[in-house]
């Protein structure tokens, strides 16, 4: 079945280090979009691609970045982890048909 | 700003009931509505999209209805199950955006 994958699932870095997160489908989606979920703002859109070599920031895109080499895979770059950075990542994918999200299991990330 | 609120915040109800989780958004101007789960610790889980030129959608014990005029959108869920306990989550899609814009979520338990 085609699903859409993270990794790691859990993960705890300290301040100032690089963090990548990997986001993988096998939908053949051309449109995924990188999320992080806080208590009481919700999930807020921090990148999002439409299609290999796309890329586009969204509301809170300020010390991420992500970078599409082929249609399966958006990975998400925290240059120099912050503590601010603690959240639980959500990576999705969306059909071009009907715009239904998809989203994955998500990646707990500590900053210490 | 779109904004998104859900109404409660949490839900607690004995099994067998049929609830109503509620949705509103400020701008009208959508693309979508999508209804989202979300189990403990893990990702979202899609339950039903309404695109702006419907009314509702049904799927199995549950049932969303649009109105977009009034931003509003309701959750129908019949004949509560345990196994429904979870976060029911909003989201709508502005026009000429492909973000979503997501409330906080209502918190439901249903007890045996």
């Known amino acids: 079945d085609a699903e859409i994958t993270q990794s790691p699932r859990h993960k705890i870095t300290e301040t100032g280090r690089q963090v990548t997160l990997a986001c993988h489908q096998t939908?053949?989606?051309?449109?995924m979009f990188w999320y992080r979920q806080d208590l009481g703002h919700g999930l807020r859109l921090i990148h999002y691609?439409?299609?290999?070599?796309?890329?586009n920031k969204g509301e809170v895109s300020d010390g991420y970045s992500v970078s599409r080499s082929n249609t399966e895979d958006l990975p998400l770059t925290l240059e120099s982890a912050a503590s601010s950075q603690t959240s639980v990542y959500f990576c999705?994918?969306?059909?071009?048909?009907?715009?239904?999200?998809?989203f994955g299991p998500g990646t707990r990330l500590t900053v210490t | 700003k779109q904004e998104v609120t859900q109404i409660p915040a949490a839900l607690s109800v004995p099994e067998g009931e049929n609830l109503v989780l509620n949705c509103s958004f400020t701008?009208?101007?959508?693309?979508?509505l999508q209804w989202f789960r979300q189990d403990p610790g893990k990702g979202l889980t899609s339950l039903l999209l309404?695109?702006?030129?419907?009314r509702e959608q049904t799927s199995g014990r549950l049932n969303a209805s649009l109105d977009k005029s009034s931003g509003r959108s309701t959750l129908y869920i019949a004949a509560s199950q345990p196994g429904d306990s979870a976060t029911y989550l909003c989201?709508?899609?502005?026009?000429?955006?492909?973000?979503?814009?997501f409330g906080t979520g209502t918190r439901l338990q249903v007890f045996p």
């Open positions: 691609s439409y299609g290999v070599q796309d890329t």
């Open positions: 999705a994918s969306r059909t071009s048909g009907t715009y239904e999200q998809y």
């Open positions: 309404i695109q702006s030129s419907q």
């Open positions: 701008d009208s101007a959508i693309y979508n």
């Open positions: 939908w053949n989606h051309n449109n």
């Open positions: 989201a709508v899609r502005p026009f000429n955006t492909d973000k979503l814009i």
